[in-house]
Every structure is written in C-alpha cells, then in structure tokens.
C-alpha cells in the first residue's frame, strides 16, 4: 500500500516467532499480516477505552435488570431439578 510507513522490530526470540508464524497460519495470514493485525489491535484500544465500554455494559445490564428482563435464576433451576 502506497503511503503506508514500515516497522521493522529486530530482536525477536525465535519462540516469538515461531509463535507467530502459527498464530498466522491458524488465522490463514502471513506472519506480515498477522504482525500487522496484533499491533493494529493493540494500538486500537487504550486503557480508557476499554474502561468505558466496561461501564456502558454495566449500566445497560443494570437498566435490563431495573426493567425486570434480568431475574434471579433460582426458581428455574429448582423446577428444572424437580422434573
């Protein structure tokens, strides 16, 4: 891709790479490629991010559980055991 800077990262412990190279043959990519997903996920998402989609969750299961489509499982699993 034109424009698009290299990285080049030296050094590896060939267990990384090897590791590597599996994760990317599982995944069907080169070790290019899947190099280049790992660090383009890493670099998507900061600590701040992560927290925040963690509260989003947490208040949308909080209002489902407020509107009563969350209840306590209890009661099902004692009928389930009485069959």
């Known amino acids: 891709m034109a ?3 290299d990285v080049l990262v030296r050094k590896l412990a060939p267990e990384v790479v090897a590791r590597l190279k599996s ?3 599982a995944h069907g990519r080169s070790l290019q490629q899947e190099a280049a997903e790992i660090l383009a996920s890493a ?4 600590p701040a991010d992560a927290l925040a989609l963690a509260r989003r ?3 949308r299961i909080a ?5 009563g489509a969350a209840s306590d499982s209890t009661r099902l699993v004692r009928e389930d055991r009485a069959r």
């Open 63 to 67: 209002r489902r559980t407020r509107a």
């Open 23 to 25: 994760r990317a043959a």
């Open 43 to 46: 670099a998507g998402e900061t």
């Open 3 to 5: 424009g698009m800077p």
């Open 57 to 59: 969750v947490r208040e």
